[in-house]
Nanobody, 123 residues
Framework: QVLLVESGGGLVQAGGSLRLSCVAS????????MGWFRQAPGKEREFVAL????????DYANSVKGRFTIFRDDAKNTVYLEMNSLKPEDTSVYYC????????????????WGQGTQVTVSS
């Protein structure tokens, strides 16, 4: 069992930056791929970013490439999402995920989820 707790969400103007954090419980954090997903009102939850448990492989949704960076600190059991050049369309609840699930060319879920943190980008 892995418990995930996100923080760092908030209200920011377009063009601004935020850093999300996700602290995980459990001694096996370092062996999990970790990811971030987001869900806007009335829309399905979508993949944002992933980092491999080895720490040397990442993947991003096309919509955030070049603006968002995912990284992890295994000594702190924490994964981060650095978000720059934020746009109003980035407004969503952001969810931390452990062991994202992949099939047919897309990440569609995860074994463990955090409770989510709201990010609102004003225009």
């Amino acid at each position: 069992q892995v418990l995930l707790v996100e923080s760092g969400g908030g209200l920011v103007q377009a063009g601004g930056s935020l850093r999300l954090s996700c602290v995980a419980s459990g001694r096996t954090f370092s062996r999990y791929d970790m990811g971030w997903f987001r869900q806007a009102p009335g829309k399905e939850r979508e993949f944002v970013a992933l980092i491999r448990w080895t720490g040397d492989g990442t993947d991003y949704a096309n919509s955030v490439k070049g603006r968002f960076t995912i990284f992890r600190d295994d000594a702190k059991n924490t994964v981060y999402l650095e978000m720059n050049s934020l746009k109003p369309e980035d407004t969503s609840v952001y969810y931390c995920a452990a062991d994202p699930l992949y099939n047919s060319g897309r990440y569609y879920g995860a074994r463990y989820w955090g409770q989510g943190t709201q990010v609102t980008v004003s225009s």
